[in-house]
């Protein structure tokens, strides 16, 4: 996958054979560029010793060759290291995605412990039993007819969204009572009027079905359209003089509205899932646009400001990368080889820039999207913003590990 980064590797016994105009060897930092990005060092035998990400490469490995000789409490490993390898990157994003990639690669302990911090809840609506349940990026475990939601930011929140459809659309909160209808036990929902207990016969199973089926639909598209969709139906029958619809509609939106946008703002169906990511590139004054959609996560190409100001390109460009099949049975029996850079790509995509540090990657969702004004707005400020230069940050490590 990371055959698309630029990569600098450099032999320790040959960097230290050099010397420079003054005869004095040269130090192995000495060939890398004070630039972010992710360094790997590798011993003898070939096995990875070290896989970090750096805002720093030169004083990173200098660090850890322990070159300017001084004490530390970090291990020198000069003594195991045959070569270094650097990936410089434009962005924090773009040394996260290489950290995972040779993480999947050379050290399945780091690999997961990565996945567990990107880890993200997700919303699976069950067309076989009719019923809804909690998920995540680690445990999806569900077939290809069924509806999954997401990326939500807790499990806390998918929770809340399954709990509100049930008590909108008066599912059933009890599965094991539902599958064995017509002679489950009711609940004491059926004697508050809030279920119509399909699980003890009252109800048809078709009806429940129906109403299963539209929960579905809200959940489809997203809290937003579900807002939006609620909205539409007072104001039609408002206008229809229907004020026990309209009523219904506004006692809906209001259990709607209680929900945390904050953790499921970004959640939607991600059977047609389509997002471009646009960071900075490694090439300064540039950016770089990523492809995230059910094949993975690819860098597709860079532009600079001037560049992106063709209206008409940029929309030729997002309607191309708009046009994705839906997940299919294959995918979800190799969950790991996308769920892996879907939960990566959510956790930036969530996560709130701070007040001190302007966000340096932007995720747009294409997901029932139309190629219009406000997206190419979007995208453009998107880009203006990576293009801007930032401050180098030799604080900015992340997932430094030492396999041996």
């Known amino acids: 996958m990371i055959e698309f980064a630029h990569a600098i590797t450099i032999s320790t016994e040959s960097a ?38 750096t805002g720093h490469i030169r004083s990173f490995i200098a660090q850890r060759l322990n070159e300017d000789g001084e004490p530390s ?18 962005s924090a994003f773009e040394s996260d995605w290489i950290v ?49 939601v997401g990326p939500i930011l807790t499990a806390k929140a998918t929770r809340a969204m399954g709990e509100t459809l049930d ?12 599958a064995l209808a017509p002679c489950g036990m009711a609940c004491a929902y059926k004697e508050m009027g809030r279920c119509p207990a399909a699980c003890d016969g009252s109800e ?4 429940y079905v129906a109403r299963f089926m539209q929960a579905w639909g809200a959940a489809e598209g997203g809290i937003s359209r579900w807002k939006d969709d609620l909205k539409a139906d007072i104001k039609d029958a408002s206008a229809g003089l229907d004020f026990e619809r309209a009523q219904a509609a506004k006692d809906q939106l209001d259990r709607v509205d209680k929900l945390p946008m904050d953790t499921l703002g970004c959640a939607k169906s991600i059977r047609a899932l389509s997002l ?10 540039k950016a770089m646009l990523w492809r995230f959609d059910l094949n993975g996560l690819s860098p597709m190409v860079t532009l600079d400001a001037e560049a992106a100001v063709d209206r008409c390109s940029l929309k030729e460009l997002l309607a191309n990368w708009a046009t994705v099949g839906a997940y299919t049975q294959v995918d979800l029996d190799h969950k790991g080889q996308w769920l892996d850079r879907f939960a990566l790509v959510s956790r930036h ?37 990576a293009c801007t230069p930032g401050d180098l940050d030799q604080e900015d490590q992340e997932h430094t590990h030492i396999v041996r």
């Open 276 to 285: 471009i990511c646009i960071t900075p590139s490694v090439r300064k004054g």
């Open 100 to 148: 995972l990639e040779r993480a999947r690669s050379v050290d399945p302990g780091l690999y997961t412990k990565l996945n567990e911090q990107n880890r993200r809840s997700l919303l699976v609506l069950d067309r076989s039993s009719h019923t809804w349940r909690v998920a995540d990026t680690l445990n999806l475990g569900c077939e290809s007819a069924d509806l999954i």
């Open 204 to 207: 048809s199973m078709d009806a």
């Open 167 to 178: 008590d909108v659309f008066e599912l059933c909160r009890y599965p094991k009572e539902l």
């Open 349 to 385: 995509w969530m996560t709130k820039p701070s007040r001190a540090r302007r966000r340096r990657v932007t995720v747009l969702d294409l997901r029932g999207c139309s190629i219009d004004r406000e997206l190419y707005k979007a995208l453009r400020s998107a880009i203006d913003d």
């Open 16 to 53: 230290l054979d050099q010397t420079n105009e003054q005869d004095t060897p040269l130090r192995v930092s000495c060939f890398f560029p004070s630039a972010r990005g992710v360094v790997e060092m590798i011993a003898h035998d070939g096995q990875t010793v070290m896989l970090a990400a």
């Open 73 to 90: 409490a970090k291990a020198n490993l000069a003594p195991i290291t045959a070569k270094v390898v650097a990936y410089p990157t434009g």
